[in-house]
């Protein structure tokens, strides 16, 4: 095997954070790709077999790029670009997703798509009037389209944002909640809570909600109305029934543009309940100004555990599948067993 020697250089106020708290970043490069990677007053030298030490060089000079753009160099930005470089072999890719700002959080932090995945989401986003947004938790769907409609609203493309889901327990029995009417679905609610404080701030937001230009409120709240002019995120709508998904699909009015969230995999309805988000899939495409986009594992961006119990659960249930499949051909050709062809 050929063995290649590759040089990065870095400026010295980028060091620490392209290298990571306690080397880990470079350290992940070096199991990953088996080289060995060491700085020499900014210059990195890279030695191993040639195309590995090629490929941690393409790493380090995209992440260092990202760092010299103002961003804190996180562990999935590392195994983001790692996975791009070894399986598609896609230069420049976070370069390209960076380069797009949706708006920022009240801390001044810039709220940005971090895969390929996402970005795909927030374009189709911009283009279509509805748009699916389907995958694991942890891949940004909410969050992403939280800040979509706040900057619509910020830019008067909008009058108001109306962010809906089902209330409908995690599998558990909560019995009667204390208080009023909102306060027993706020805590159905509180995820879309989350993001709009953190993007808008608690003040702009009370204020808005207060006129009745923010609302947030539970999916059956949507009945008998007519959305116009308003953006309207539907968000864990694989706990819809089919009734309700077409109730919700038919508030749309003029103006508005509709984002749907769901998972798949994590359904809080009854066993024998089939899911609306599962029917619209399957009703609706094909139609003009819809669009479906579906995020995988690769698009976590919470914690890098999340991911792997991502993948762990995606080929647990498609093993599962393939097993269920499989039974219930055994059972057909079974029962064919013994049957005499008449003349």
């Not at 199991?31 to 890279?46: E, L, Y």
């Not at 670009?81 to 009240?106: G, P, Q, R, Y």
């Not at 409609?149 to 409908?168: D, G, M, S």
């Amino acid at each position: 095997m050929e063995t290649g020697v590759r040089e990065v250089q870095v400026s010295a106020g980028h060091i620490q954070n392209l290298f990571g708290q306690f080397d880990r970043n470079v350290k992940k490069l070096e199991r990953q790709f088996d080289v060995s990677i060491t700085d020499r007053n900014g210059k990195i030298i890279i030695s191993g077999a040639d195309r590995n030490a090629e490929m941690a060089k393409n790493v380090l000079e995209e992440l260092n790029a990202l760092s010299e753009r103002g961003n804190n160099i996180e562990d999935q930005n590392v195994d983001y670009a790692i996975a791009m470089c070894m399986e598609e072999n896609k230069s420049d890719v976070l370069l390209e997703i960076d380069k797009d700002c949706i708006c920022h959080t009240v801390s001044g932090k810039p709220v940005k798509p971090k895969t390929l995945g996402q970005k795909q989401y927030v374009d189709s986003i911009r283009k279509n009037m509805l748009v699916f947004g389907l995958g694991p938790a942890g891949t940004g769907k909410t969050y992403l389209a939280m800040a979509m409609a706040i900057t619509a609203f910020k830019n008067q493309e909008v009058e108001r944002i109306i962010l809906t889901r089902p209330a409908i327990e995690a599998g558990e029995k909560l019995g009667f909640l204390p208080g009023d009417l909102q306060s027993k679905v706020d805590p159905y609610l509180r995820p879309l809570y989350d993001a709009l404080y953190q993007i808008m701030g608690a003040e702009s937001f009370m204020k808005n909600m207060e006129k009745g230009l923010i609302e947030v409120a539970p999916l059956a709240y949507m009945r008998g109305r007519t959305l116009d002019n308003a953006y309207i995120i539907l968000d864990e709508a694989q706990n819809t029934t089919p009734a309700q998904m077409k109730m919700f699909l038919t508030r749309i009015g003029f103006g508005s543009k509709v984002i749907i969230t769901g998972d798949a995999s994590q359904k809080d309805l009854a066993p024998s309940s089939v899911s609306g988000l599962d029917i619209a899939v399957r009703v609706l495409k094909g139609i003009d100004d819809i669009a479906f986009c579906n995020m995988t594992s690769k698009d976590v961006v919470r914690h890098p555990l999340v991911q792997k119990i991502v993948k762990a659960y995606e080929v647990y249930e498609a093993k599962e599948k393939d097993s269920a499949k499989s039974r219930a051909g055994n059972r057909s050709r079974k029962s064919g067993y013994g049957k005499r062809k008449d003349n």
